[in-house]
């Protein structure tokens, strides 16, 4: 039976936990991958206490690059370069973007997945502007008494406050949600899962698809780990290769994709390459 272990940081504590017959034990063959497993489908735990999703699949992929077996540290977003910083993980798979701040504290691997950025609408208000996603983004932008509402702390906020754009701030997403459904604010901007938002309430929101931002997300090994983000950089490559991983993977996770995004048309491809 293949060992697979996972590990669970709680603020610096770790409790540990296995999948098959053994003890934890630190060792130059194992890879210590920080991950949180909290965003289905793309990292969760399953239905028998296991690690599963996307990232997971990435991550036992990138083992069997390097020779080295897994271990899945299940790691609260926010704690996650603090735990590489302590050498708590060797790695983050973690659907984490770069940005000028991480850069300070970690080393970012060329890019393996990729995330929108698109705007939930009150249909009342997009028939009202006539918003198309032919609309100019500026023009977007530029809608005279248009109420923006975002999730703090994401792009909600900052990306239409880049615009010149007031935003009210939630701090959970459902308020929001509710808030554009109900007419009281009238955008909400946020990733990929806005075309879920939309699927929840298709009678009072549409999808607004016009912006022309996208976000990457990379590996993250620890500041001036030269040879773990050689290895990784080699290993995304490979992923994108005819017949690589990209392509092992796409008949399990396009239907998974496509049911995530509410878009039967949409799969694998809509999450790991770039727009052209």
């Known amino acids: 039976m293949k060992k697979f272990i996972t590990r669970v940081l709680f603020g610096g504590i770790l409790v540990a936990g296995l999948t098959a017959c053994g003890g934890v034990e630190e060792s130059d063959d194992i890879l ?3 991950v949180d497993l909290k965003f289905p489908p793309f990292s969760y735990v399953d239905d028998n ?7 997971i699949d990435v991550a036992e992929a990138f083992g ?10 299940n790691t609260d977003f926010g704690l996650l370069l603090p735990a590489l910083e302590t050498g708590d993980v060797d790695i983050l798979i973690a659907d984490m973007g770069k940005t000028d701040e991480r850069a300070q504290k970690a080393d970012f691997s060329d890019p393996y997945r990729y995330t929108y950025t698109l705007a939930l609408v009150n249909k ?33 906020v900052y990306y239409p ?30 990733s990929n899962e806005v ?32 040879e773990m983000l050689d290895l990784a950089n080699k290993f995304i490559a490979s992923m994108y290769e005819e017949d690589g991983l990209y392509d092992q993977l796409a008949p399990k996770y396009d239907p998974i994709v496509a049911e995530f995004l509410k878009n039967p048309e949409l799969g694998l491809d809509f999450i790991v390459n770039p727009v052209k």
């Not at 208000?125 to 702390?153: C, H, R, V, W, Y």
């Not at 459904?181 to 901007?189: H, T």
């Open 32 to 34: 210590r991958v920080g």
């Open 49 to 55: 206490g296991d690690p599963a999703g996307f990232e």
């Open 64 to 73: 069997e690059f390097i020779g080295k077996e897994v271990e899945i540290v």
């Open 124 to 156: 009342d208000f997009a028939q009202e502007n006539e918003i198309t996603n032919d609309m100019p983004e500026d023009e977007f932008f530029s809608i005279e008494g248009a109420k923006f509402i975002g999730l703090a702390g994401t792009k909600g």
């Open 161 to 190: 406050q880049g615009k010149g754009v007031a935003v009210t701030e939630v701090t959970e997403i459902g308020p929001g949600l509710i808030e554009v459904s109900n007419g009281q604010s009238d955008i909400l901007i946020a």
């Open 195 to 226: 075309f879920s938002f939309q699927a929840a309430d298709p009678e009072n929101t549409v999808v607004y698809s016009g912006i022309k931002n996208q976000d990457a997300s990379n590996f993250a090994v620890r500041l001036g780990d030269t």
